[in-house]
């Protein structure tokens, strides 16, 4: 498989992109989505597709054994020697431009110092006209145990930023992003409801 057999796969399409904040506990239904997960999402469903941006190194306490493990059907990474057992399922795609932003290159993935904005990208170019986050808090712990402040903390000013620059290009092709977490960090992607973005409301 290639990066480029998924382009517009899910043309005018809803997409959900799943990260592992806390918020994650108020998604009981992640079958009636397509998905996209990032990391260890594992540890609470099987998702569409998962996005891996670290080798082993990357993760602490437990965290490896679940993407080691990963079932995904679809792994996307920009890694070459990703060690993980489903290497039949793994798609390798390029990276662009560290803190860029550049939507109309889809032979690479501009990226970002968290993986649900990468995932967030990938869904555009799977063509996606609704891209929901949950998850994506950058608050304290993870939906899986308490795990403290989260070591992005310091760049939350960055991040906010980057993901309001990542809504108004999306906005500008006529895709919308929204934030489903109440309590995420995020303020400036608009907030909506699972059951209303699951309903198209």
Not at 31 to 36: A, K, M, N, Q, R
Not at 172 to 198: A, E, H, M
Request: hydrophobic share 35%.
């Amino acid at each position: 498989m290639e990066y480029s057999d998924f382009l517009d796969k899910h043309s005018g399409g809803k997409i959900l992109v799943c990260g592992c904040g806390k918020s994650m506990d108020l998604l009981n239904n992640p079958g009636d989505f397509v998905t996209v997960g990032v990391n260890d999402i594992g540890r609470k469903f099987t998702p569409n597709y998962l996005v891996l941006l670290n080798n082993q190194h990357g993760y602490k306490g437990d965290r490896w054994q679940y993407v080691y493990g990963a079932k995904a059907p679809v792994i996307f990474t920009h890694l070459k020697d990703l060690n993980i057992i489903a290497k039949n399922n793994i798609v390798t795609f390029k990276l662009g431009t560290f803190g860029s932003l550049n939507l109309d290159e889809r032979t690479k993935v501009d990226y970002s110092s968290n993986s649900p904005y990468v995932a967030c990208i990938i869904a555009y170019h799977m063509g996606a006209k609704n891209i929901g986050m949950i998850g994506v808090d950058f608050t304290n712990d993870h939906f899986f145990e308490k795990t403290g402040r989260h070591p992005l903390a310091g760049r939350l000013t960055v991040i906010v930023r980057e993901y309001d620059s990542l809504h108004k290009e999306l906005k500008k092709r006529g895709v919308n992003l929204y934030n489903l977490s109440p309590d995420s960090i995020i303020k400036s992607v608009p907030y909506k409801s699972i059951t209303d973005f699951q309903n198209g409301l």
